[in-house]
């Protein structure tokens, strides 16, 4: 099965601030990969498909890159609704797989 | 608008099995597989299998591998997740989502676009 890997587990960030949070794949899952937000108490919600595609109404702050095993999320300038937790997820293999999450919390 | 409603709370012994169920409205429900996803109190998501409304078929994460089944009535456009030999670590939010497919750079991608709103399932003697 393909393992994923998230850093860092969680992080203190101020508003305006711009954030990066990384992902890793335990082998190539080219471009499969998404990015989900979750708020507490609420479902996720799909941010970034394909490692670099906005998904419909996500706001432009955020962006996906990368391929094959290292992909990157960056909030350009985080937002008070944007603390949350994030969570990577390969789509590559017909068994999918979440990263363990990234906590985004108010320094 | 496009939603999937799930069934309410449930509460069982260690031993019994759980059926939580998922209703699709404001899109055709055969033509999105389903995706079942779950979440113990305070911990991560984890992908539990997916299911194709339209054929049936299925496929399980291997750490449930004989203990889930995925199934639906299309009469209802209602999916369901069937959790069997329940012990306290299955105690956790379950929720359902679609899987929206999206033609790019030449390859189809997948991710879950539309979401349950997860149904609390706890398991306790």
């Known amino acids: 099965d393909i393992q994923m890997t998230q850093s860092p587990s969680s992080l203190s960030a101020s508003v305006g601030d711009r954030v990066t949070i990384t992902c890793r794949a335990s082998q190539s899952i080219s471009s499969y990969l998404n990015w989900y937000q979750q708020k507490p108490g609420k479902a996720p919600k799909l941010l970034i498909y394909a490692a670099s595609s906005l998904q419909s109404g996500v706001p432009s702050r955020f962006s996906g890159s990368g391929s094959g095993t290292d992909f990157t999320l960056t909030i350009s300038s985080l937002q008070p609704e944007d603390f949350a937790t994030y969570y990577c997820q390969q789509s590559y293999s017909t068994l999918w797989a979440f990263g363990q999450g990234t906590k985004v919390e108010i320094k | 608008q496009v939603q999937l409603v799930q069934s309410g709370a449930e509460v069982k012994k260690p031993g019994a099995s759980v059926k939580v169920s998922c209703k699709a409205s404001?899109?055709?429900?055969?033509?999105?597989?389903i995706n079942w996803v779950r979440q113990a109190t305070g911990q991560g998501l984890e992908w539990m299998g997916w299911m194709n409304p339209n054929s049936g078929n299925t496929g399980y994460a291997q750490k449930f591998q004989g203990r889930v089944t995925m199934t639906r009535n299309t009469s209802i456009s209602t999916a369901y997740m069937e959790l069997s030999s329940l012990r306290s670590e299955d105690t956790a939010v379950y929720y359902c989502a679609r899987i929206m497919v999206e033609w790019l750079r030449g390859f189809y991608y997948y991710g879950m676009d539309v979401w349950g709103q997860g149904t609390t399932v706890t398991v306790s003697s």
């Open positions: 404001g899109y055709t429900f055969t033509s999105y597989d």
